[in-house]
């Protein structure tokens, strides 16, 4: 359960911001025993795989707080996290250690396509957010929904390796937040709209 949970939280991650838990997994690997890549993954711990992930990540997180660019930087990343999600899912001892079993031995594609697939859903909820923001606060909401969900991928990428059972926590909160932003803008639609003050005439 915590294995699963670890592919899970990493790839959820991942559906937020690509280049977050795969320094948070490189990184790891190349300091210290917590994660220990499999062997087809090792080019993960290389400083240059690092180095261009660093880029990568600060050009998003830029790009990422200016209006109608986040947009357009959502759209080109639809390919980008599904895929890191499927990689840090299978890259974490976690997914190692599953791959030890005689099932995952049959089956190793089973976290990188869970991996995708949960990032793909994260990444699709915040695309979908992210343009209801901007119009409901003039563009000035997308900069702070932003910081939050980059904090936010940098605490579940912690918490899915050190403290994998909170990921569910995390998780719900993540769409409850979703949901509750749904229901606002469905109110809003379905709210009458305050009639103008007209001119009263002469009789």
Not at 84 to 102: C, M
Not at 165 to 191: E, H, Y
């Amino acid at each position: 359960m915590l294995v699963a949970l670890t592919g899970i939280g990493l790839s959820a991650a991942a559906g937020l911001n690509a280049y977050v838990p795969f320094l948070v997994v490189a990184l790891l690997a190349r300091l210290t025993d917590v994660v220990v890549l499999p062997s087809a993954l090792t080019w993960m711990e290389s400083w240059w795989a690092i180095g261009v992930g660093a880029v990568l990540l600060l050009t998003d997180v830029v790009l990422d707080k200016v209006p109608l660019v986040d947009t357009l930087n959502d759209a080109v990343q639809t390919v980008i996290r599904p895929a890191t999600g499927g990689v840090v899912a299978a890259a974490t001892t976690a997914a190692e250690d599953l791959e030890g079993s005689t099932w995952m031995s049959e089956h190793p594609w089973v976290p990188i396509v869970g991996g995708v697939l949960v990032a793909l859903l994260v990444h699709g909820g915040k695309a979908a957010v992210r343009p209801v923001v901007n119009a409901t606060t003039g563009g000035t909401g997308g900069p702070v929904a932003s910081v939050v969900e980059d904090v936010t991928s940098v605490g579940l990428s912690l918490v899915a390796v050190f403290v994998p059972v909170l990921v569910v926590v995390v998780l719900g909160l993540l769409v409850w937040a979703f949901v509750a932003l749904v229901r606002r803008r469905r109110r809003r639609r379905r709210s009458p709209v305050p009639p103008r003050p007209g001119i009263a005439g002469t009789g």
